[in-house]
């Protein structure tokens, strides 16, 4: 069972319009990242969200942290080819070491 | 460019034999976090060394072991391979092992075993 889930898990969407991704849990982290990964490469980070009701803006990007620290979301306004790929969110569990855990992964394709 | 660096980049071998993969680190960071990604588990979190001391341990199997040398470089070394231990396997490295310090991946060696 995964501690992270996200949904969707495939996602093919026309350029030009918006779509937002999800990532929840039933535990409560002290931290959650969104990272990008492309084929062949690593994971890229994107944004760090850290207090509860959090929202964060990145150009087209916006993530949002929920109050309980349990779920984030990412939401994507007229997505561009560009913005294809995987996209994996990962949590930092309140009280454990440090130790990443990540979700599924939620995988894009923009279509000009 | 992260500023990580994985060797090496591919790696195919024989079930029962033994690997070392190998991770230098940005410039300036102390910590290496090491994760396996295959296509049924996701990313999973393997151990994490800072300066030279594991830090954290997660799904690390018993036949995996690694370390972090004094010039702060790491290796990973997978011994008694078997079928399942095919995957992406990533190394990240951060200034520190704290909280909220953003974990910078490279791009992974790629194991095969046949």
């Known amino acids: 069972t995964q501690l992270l889930e996200q949904s969707p898990q495939f996602l093919s969407i026309q350029e030009g319009e918006n779509l937002t991704v999800y990532c929840n849990s039933s535990?409560?982290?002290?931290?959650l990242q969104w990272y990008r990964q492309e084929p062949g490469e690593g994971p890229v980070l994107l944004v760090t969200?850290?207090?509860?009701?959090e929202v964060k803006k990145l150009k087209r990007l916006t993530f949002q942290f929920g109050d309980a620290r349990k779920d984030s979301s990412l939401h994507i306004t007229a997505a561009q080819p560009g913005d294809t790929g995987l996209y994996l969110c990962?949590?930092?569990?309140?009280?454990?070491?440090?130790?990443?855990?990540f979700g599924s992964g939620t995988q894009l394709t923009v279509l000009p | 460019d992260s500023g990580v660096t994985q060797t090496p980049k591919h790696l195919i071998t024989a079930t029962g034999q033994r690997v070392t993969l190998r991770c230098s680190p940005r410039?300036?960071?102390?910590?290496v976090y090491w994760y396996q990604q295959s296509l049924d588990q996701g990313l999973q979190f393997l151990i994490q060394?800072?300066?030279?001391?594991?830090?954290a341990k997660g799904n690390i199997l018993e036949r995996f072991s690694a370390q972090q040398f004094p010039d702060l470089h790491s290796e990973l070394n997978l011994s008694s391979l078997e079928l399942g231990d095919s995957a992406l396997y990533f190394c990240a490295s951060s200034v520190g092992p704290d909280r909220y310090q953003p974990q910078h991946f490279g791009d992974g060696t790629r194991l095969s075993i046949l």
């Open positions: 410039s300036g960071d102390l910590s």
């Open positions: 535990s409560v982290f002290s931290s």
């Open positions: 990962a949590g930092d569990r309140a009280g454990s070491a440090r130790q990443l855990t």
């Open positions: 060394y800072y300066n030279g001391e594991e830090r």
């Open positions: 969200v850290v207090t509860g009701g």
